[in-house]
DNA sequence: CTCGTTTTGTTCTCCCGTTCACAAACTCCT
DNA sequence: AGGAGTTTGTGAACGGGAGAACAAAACGAG
């Protein structure tokens, strides 16, 4: 029998699934410039993190390296792909074509790691006629049609967070199963929608508690 | 008095403060619809998490709530704002002016949450003809002189990745010490820097791990 | 072939964060 | 005033993730 167990299947931690495209990232990086093997202590430099954890992380997708080697990087970069699901592409629609929506639309890094934007849409009539990144910007009636069409599983929410629930509604009405919330709201979703959220103010608010807290403790805190 | 105890050096569970803007945000809403007192059920349920972990979390800045009562919306609005730090404004630069530099020097939630733009930075010269969100797009060269004159510690990254090791060195170097990193790089920076980065590809990504996984699940153990 | 070197995969321990459950404290009604 | 009903604040149990440390496996030299 093959040594390929019935581990697809395994659950692999959501603090390791988070991580996982930072290494896919690092070892592109390695692959361009034409690194064909490296170690963990290497790949984890690279990425950022602790090479025993990198190590660990690894060890649940499966035994990709060689001791004494490390790992092929154009192997492990495959096996990281196909286990996160980004070896074919991901058809995405966006909602909200403001300035977010734009810079989204415009984003080439989705288009470069596995994801293709097939729709804009907006609310606002005096949008429609606009073309964003080669794409007109349509109703937000098209909505069901689209994600029909192109049968779409993943949307993002560029909206004001007003809207941004209402959106959401409509987006598990028509079979989106994942979504991603720009909108600073929180958004109420049924059992078996993923939903993750970037607020980026929240960042900045975080970034000024550390900060505060710098000019509070001078004497305290570690300051080099 | 405001017992300002030496509490406030206390340190919170980074949890915690990543958790502390929900509040806020949830605290804010509630009292522009008239709301003056709510329990910790409810603010939870604003918030999106559980009211245990909730009254956990606002345990830590100290005992702000009524027992059988609630809590104030005005006055915990505030003392979260100062524990954060948000009660006056931080200055703030953006470099790398591009779609997402535009959509971040636009963004309305950073000045309505105490954050100020003080000054938009890009490399290109040809950029520096715009004006974008009422400031000009100045030189990166500029970047000292700004951040002397305006007493910046915050700066937002949104370059190239290739630049953005590079324009996070020459911020650390010019006295900057939380940095807000949208470039999909990781950054390398001295201790008692802070960084933060925000990478829209990995959120999606994490997405399609999820919803791979949902099509593949029901029949486990799919040989492809 | 055997030994030494390198590097992975994994086990074990510790720590942080989440959740439960309950006593303390406050309000309101009678 | 006293008791019933609420709601907070927190002690304690629990689970998951991080890091150290080591055994297993591959390679190369002699």
Redesign the interface.
Known sequence: MTA?T?D??RDIPEAT??R???Y???LISLAEEGTTTCSSEELAA???VNSAKLRKDLSYLGSYGTRGVGYDVEYLRYQIAR????TQD?P?VIVGI???G???A??S??RS???RVVALLDADPDRHEEVVAGLDVRSFEDLESIVAEHDV??G?IATPAVAAQSVADRMVATGI????NFA?T?L?VPD?V?V?K?????????????????S??PG?G???
């Open positions: 390929r019935p697809s299947a699934v988070a996982l495209p930072v896919l990232r690092a690279f990425a950022g286990e996160i699901g980004v991901w995405v403001g300035n977010l734009h810079a989204l415009n984003y890094g989705f790691r596995g994801f599983s993943i993002v199963t994942s979504i991603l600073p929180v109420s078996g993923g993750r970037v607020d980026l103010s929240i960042e900045l608010q975080i970034l000024a508690y550390h900060e505060q807290r710098k509070v403790a305290a570690a300051v080099s």
